[in-house]
């Protein structure tokens, strides 16, 4: 037993990286605590020491020494069961530091299992969560399927680290981007901004530090390839690709494009912009259900209120913000609730969705699905015409 622990505790050292030392006082302690049990009460609490040098264990009670063969059989399995917890206790630090340094990058694996609408994905080592409010809405994955995702976050527990993705947050856009235009991962090309609604249509603003780049077509690449690689990832989200510029005005024509802009008024101060178009250009400046403008407001960090040349203001003004779930009509406190608690937190989420999802929630059918569906589209048809 002495000779094989030592052994044993070298060969974790080299291989597993845990000190030594630290296994023999985690042994001893363990060992002392199990020793509690076999002395009787009246006399000096035991205490346990290993040599380091042989691996003999003993054991004392006050200045005398504990000879029991039923302690050299509790020390064998004790010694064991020590060494297999810090094992994995090392493992699941090493895993810890190892996806705690990939925050903000983005990891592949398999999907594994589905667990209340989260996806559990194994990532080989490990296994990470895409939770339901991560997820695009549109999207949907059968067990073994390759899933690729965001990191978030990741979080200690007794259980080990906990890896949380997202394939909704607009960093994983950004990084898709990194991934397959060599200009912007080389520091060339720079994504100054971006604005996303995943799964439906996403901004980003691009400039270039070399006269001879330029930074939208190296985006978007030759024939489109590039563009094309991203939105396959995507599902088919539609992205907008727009050059930066320090000039407020032309990087408002820019962010509201395909829209034609006749006339800008900046106020720096509130933080707000007035835009002036055509009337016949009016609904592809505030596009379908406010999303054109909205996406432009985020992009540039400032509220655009757009109006044609014969419309007030107040008509074609576009909220940053979608329309609040609590405007739904027709659907119970208890199931807004539900709904919340599912990610559903915007109306323009629950009007892309389709009703196989909403039928996955506890306590709504088929034809309570269809109603929530149709309710939230009428919402944002009110709130796009401004009633």
Known sequence: MNNELLVILDSIEREKGIEKETLFKAIEAALQSAARKMVDKDLPQPSVSIDRKTGEIKIYSGDKEINSDEFGRIAAQTAKQ????????????????????????????????????????????????????????RERYKQGERIRGYVLEVQKTTRGPEIVLSRVNPGFVKKLFELEVPEISEGIVEMKAIAREAG??????????????????????????RVR??????????????????????????????????????????????????????SIAIGK?????????????????????????????????APSILELEGVGKKTRQTLLEGGFDTIEKIANTSVDELVKFKGIGKKSAEKIITSANAALEKKNKGI
């Open 200 to 225: 439906v249509r996403c901004k980003m603003a691009v400039s270039s530090k070399d006269e001879k780049v330029d930074a939208v077509g190296a985006c978007v690449g030759m024939r489109g390839n």
């Open 82 to 137: 020590v060494i297999i917890q810090k094992i994995r206790e090392a493992e699941r630090e090493v895993i810890f530091d190892d996806y705690q340094n990939r925050v903000g990058n983005i990891v592949s694996g398999m999907v594994h299992r589905f667990e209340k609408g989260d996806i559990i994905i194994d990532l080989g080592k490990a296994e990470a969560v895409l939770p339901r409010k991560e997820q695009v809405p």
């Open 229 to 282: 690689n991203i939105v396959g990832e995507l599902h088919g989200e539609r992205i907008d690709i727009i050059r930066w510029s320090d000039d407020v005005r032309e990087y408002v024509k820019a962010a509201l494009s395909p829209a034609e802009v006749m006339n800008i008024n900046v106020n720096k101060e509130k933080k707000r912009i007035e835009v002036i178009v055509k009337d016949d250009q009016l």
């Open 289 to 321: 259900h406010g999303q054109n403008v909205r996406l432009a407001s985020q992009l540039l960090n400032m509220e655009i209120d757009v109006r044609g040349v014969e419309k007030k203001p107040t008509e074609a003004k576009a909220e940053v913000k």
